[in-house]
């Protein structure tokens, strides 16, 4: 693990191989149960005043990637609201716990993002209790890894589309009347939407969806002086490779394909969304920035 993220090293060797074992968890996945642990920054992320003030909602924010950036975000100054299923209340009060340790406001929002009302229920809290919205953050997501097409039932088809694409519309759609010229909305999509795996049907056509869906926005809302962007992860190691994300037998080599020949962990994420919340990133719109460990994108 690196002292730091400016921390200056071999990539290859910033983070160790890891050959975790075919063990899988039931959904949704709990970062507490993730073995090997995976690096969200606790420890190394270290910030410098660059979102001070700002008032963000990160969904997902319970563990993975939208943990790390919850944690980077507060280091920087942000307040943060993080949403997440019920099931996962203790890693959201652990994060919690991190943010309010950084000395920022922290709200916990549990509920079911495939409810389209519950993203009423968030602005509301958001705009409430951290007093606005200037950064949005739609991450969570659902991956289910299935061998044949015909194998995907109409409800687990439903809830993908729904969690990943549904909620991010809906959610985005409520916060626009909130967000001010400066505001920032970051999607979360994926490698997988360039490079799609033959299990990940349903999965890869839902972060296809989500890069276009940033790129109409970004010149939308550019008028308006609110920023879109997406963020691409390559194969990170996060609660959701082993709930079902990913067929049991790939799991001892996950991300060994990359060119780096290792996974990603979520703290090699966070500085991602912390440069396109900020105002260093004023001229990048609807960019996709890919951090997939050196798999190519378009």
């Known amino acids: 693990m690196p002292e730091n993220q400016h921390t200056f090293d071999n990539p290859v060797e910033r983070y160790p191989v890891i050959s975790p074992d075919e063990t899988q968890v039931p959904e949704p996945g709990l970062e507490s149960d993730l073995q090997p642990r995976a690096d969200l920054g606790e420890d190394s992320y270290v910030g410098s005043g660059r979102l001070t ?4 909602v990160v969904t997902g924010g319970d563990s993975g990637i939208g943990a790390a950036t919850a944690i980077a975000f507060a280091r920087e100054g942000a307040d943060v609201a993080i949403v997440y299923l019920p099931e996962e209340e203790e890693d959201a ?12 406001t922290a709200v916990t929002i549990p509920g079911d993002l495939k409810e ?3 993203s009423d229920e968030i602005v509301k809290r958001a705009v409430d209790e ?5 950064i949005l953050v ?3 997501g659902k991956q289910i890894a299935t061998e044949s097409l015909t194998d995907i039932p109409d409800d687990e088809f439903d809830h993908t589309l729904k969690t990943n694409v549904y909620a991010m519309f809906w959610l985005t759609r409520a916060a626009l009347p909130h967000l001010p010229a400066g505001a920032t909305i970051i999607n979360t999509t994926s490698i997988q939407a360039y490079q799609p795996s033959e299990t990940l049907v349903e999965y890869a056509t839902t972060k296809a969806a989500i890069n276009a869906f940033t790129k109409a926005l970004a010149q939308q809302l550019a008028p308006k002086g609110i920023r879109v962007n997406a963020v691409a992860p390559g194969p990170i190691w996060t609660p959701l490779q082993v709930s079902k994300g990913q067929p049991p037998e790939a799991i001892p080599e996950f991300g060994q394909q990359t060119p780096l020949g290792r996974p990603g962990q979520p ?5 991602a969304y912390v440069f396109l919340a900020s105002p260093e990133s004023s001229y990048v ?3 996709t920035l890919a951090v997939t460990g050196g798999m190519p994108t378009p």
Do not use: M, S, T, V
Request: proline letters at 3%; zero cysteines.
């Open 285 to 287: 719109l609807g960019e």
């Open 93 to 104: 009060q652990r994060i919690a716990g991190l943010i309010r340790d950084a000395g920022r």
């Open 116 to 118: 389209r009302a519950f």
């Open 130 to 134: 951290l007093g606005g919205i200037d």
């Open 138 to 140: 739609n991450n969570a």
């Open 267 to 271: 703290a090699e994420l966070a500085p």
């Open 53 to 56: 003030g700002r008032k963000a």
